[in-house]
């Protein structure tokens, strides 16, 4: 699999997706230049299942730091952060360090944002080790830890030097960790790849089965086309909010919820959902490619039920959004598979009609 170039004007820096890769990983961080110290952020977990591939692989570095926190979305907060940047403080990590981040998505953004703000900012490697990160959170430099009031609120653009992506780790995540994975992957296949969502539906067992043919294929594309999208908008103020397709609603649920229900990736499948129901609601979206999106994502599932939740609560909890602009909800949506489009002033009757009837069956027209 290639190495892919992410071409952004503060700095260029390459995915180095190839299954095994870990066992060479230390030579591709020595590629980057010099480094003073090494402090390895990851959760018990995964340093239990990965810590020692990860420390061989380096090879003739040494004296390494590791902190270690908790993964959940609980975890993801500005107490977290001060904690690891006062344990990096005692062991003395100094400008010229290289923090290295083990783990997902959680992990990656807690520990990107300490990479941004510790010392000012020092050199971010990441090792994604779910496939959320491997095909989208560990790619385009956006960091940050929630606040009671929203999810991400607080966070920086601060780009790595280096993504190693091993598709050998995804073996050791739970079934519901992958499956909730795919449906990132089926974000980038509405918003920008066809073939790949064709891919998909026809060959959707065999990725959910692991199988190195079908997985090694959807990895560097998906990679590819979010490379391509960060370069030509780094700070997110154009194309990029295309990657924000089923995150307003999927944000949205996480917190109403209170983290504690759904996976990041299942809260994205329903906010996938939502968005081809209301595109197809305000007539963007034609009702079967609408009934294709919501097929793909059920099938990847299974998704756990949507509670009862009064739409006013709904539109409250999108407010927060770090995409709102002057208290306008704005929406990624499809208007075909491949092509997303951001939808202003839609009129909430519709949004209360589609909110109102999300936790049930599709309607066929």
Known sequence: MPSIPVEIPSGPYAVECERGVLRRWGALLRELGATTGIAFLSSPRVWKLWGGVVARGMGAERGAR??????????KT????????RRLAVARLDRRGTIVAVGGGVVGDVAGFAA?????????????????????????GKTGVNLPEGKNLVGAFYQPALVVVDPAVLRSLPARQFRSGIDEVVKYAILG????????ENRLAEILRQESSALDWILPRCIALKAQIVSQDERESGPREALNLGHTFGHALESLTRYRRFLHGEAVGWG????????????????EEAARIEALVRAAGPLKPVPRIAPSKWIAAMRGDKKTRGG???FILPRQIGEVRCAENVPERVL????????GARRPK
Do not use: M
């Open 328 to 330: 306008r909800l704005r």
């Open 78 to 85: 500005i107490s977290t952060l001060e904690k690891i940047c």
């Open 116 to 140: 941004a703000t510790y010392l000012r900012g020092v050199r971010l490697v990441h090792i994604p080790t779910t496939l959320v990160a491997q095909v989208d959170s560990a790619i385009g």
């Open 272 to 287: 996938l959902i939502a968005a081809a129901r209301l595109a197809e609601a305000i007539e963007w979206l034609d009702a």
């Open 352 to 359: 209360q009609t589609v909110l109102n009837g999300l936790g």
């Open 66 to 75: 590791t902190v270690l926190f908790p993964d959940g979305e609980a975890a």
């Open 193 to 200: 790849d066809r073939h790949l969502f064709e891919f998909l």
